[in-house]
């Protein structure tokens, strides 16, 4: 079959921790539900997939976490799924176990000033680290889309950061560029659409600051801490 038509990426939708952030400190990151309103954020992904995939079957790839889960579930995609494949890869960045959640604000402010993709969290990863198990996962899509049964379709249902560094990844932007990028919205979908021999993003990621995809470190300003 070779490589899928389109490529479609859908953030969880809205979770509790997005609500309240005092959950991580009493309930595993990976087992956060979602809310009412993230069920039916994810009702509305599911529909606009569904006018995406126009009949046509997708294999999807799934987040081990519970709202990536419900978030599938809640899409209702019925029988153009043509399997699904849990994959640990695509899970949120491992920030810590149970999370402090006043230790993880003062992460996140040192990781501000730092750099979100070179700034490892205690007890947890880099977005770095999520790049490279981004990467291996690439190499595993690549062989089950060279068999000949492959659906036409992939869907991953993941999470904001992984889908930034997913699409890094694939169209080799740079370290500088991804820093300036934001997280899409919850149950917000992005897709990869081939054309021809190669894939357009159907819609950017915001930036909170200007940046082109090949810039560099060396025209980043100074910044001291």
Known sequence: ?????????VRHGQSAANVDQTIYNRIPDYRIPLTEL????????GEKVRRQLNGKKV??????YLRAYQTLEAMDLGDLIDSTMEEPRLREQDWANF?????????????NAYGHFFYRFREGESGSDVYDRVSSFMETLFRQWAKPDAA??????????TMRLFCMRWFHWSVEYFESLNNPEN??????IKTGDRYVLDTPF??????DP????????????
Request: aromatic share 6%; hydrophobic share 45%.
């Open 1 to 9: 079959m070779g490589a899928p038509e389109q490529i479609i990426m």
């Open 38 to 45: 993230g069920v039916l954020q994810a009702k509305a992904a």
């Open 59 to 64: 294999r999807v790839y799934v987040s081990p």
């Open 99 to 111: 999370q402090n959640p006043a230790e993880i604000a003062d992460q996140k402010e040192l990781r």
């Open 152 to 161: 036409p379709n992939a869907l991953f249902v993941t999470h904001g950061l």
């Open 187 to 192: 149950a917000a979908t992005r897709t990869l």
């Open 206 to 211: 915001a930036q909170w600051t200007q940046a």
């Open 214 to 225: 090949g810039t560099t470190v060396l025209d980043a300003p100074t910044r001291i801490w």
